[in-house]
């Protein structure tokens, strides 16, 4: 069980990005190869973008680690559920683009 919640019982952006950070660093920790005898810290994950939208919360987060892997971490408030995602970066491409004037 996780606790987000503040005193008056609406979800705590810091502990909800805290929460976000500890199942970023345990879902890590779990799927790293064991040879290379490292292990992550709430240190070493930071947070690319949070939004707080009424009962909503959602974080994009990653790690120092070179495994390209990018987590999306979401707090649905209506169902009281938190969604995890967890994607791996397979390509970064420039696309040109030509906004023309009508």
């Known amino acids: 069980m996780i606790k987000i ?5 609406r979800v705590d952006s810091q502990k909800f990005i805290k929460a976000c950070k500890r199942l970023v ?3 890590t920790n779990e ?3 064991i040879t290379n005898q490292t292990l992550v810290g709430e240190s070493d994950v930071y947070v690319v973008w949070s939004s707080k939208t ?8 990653s790690t120092r680690l070179l495994d390209e892997m990018y987590y999306e971490i979401t707090y649905n408030g209506d169902r009281k559920e938190l969604y995890f995602d967890a ?3 397979f390509e970064n491409r420039k696309i040109d683009v030509d906004f023309e004037e009508d």
């Open 31 to 33: 799927h790293l190869d």
């Open 25 to 27: 660093v345990s879902y």
């Open 5 to 9: 919640k503040g005193r008056d019982n």
């Open 87 to 89: 994607y791996k970066k």
């Open 54 to 61: 009424l009962q909503n919360s959602k974080a994009c987060l």
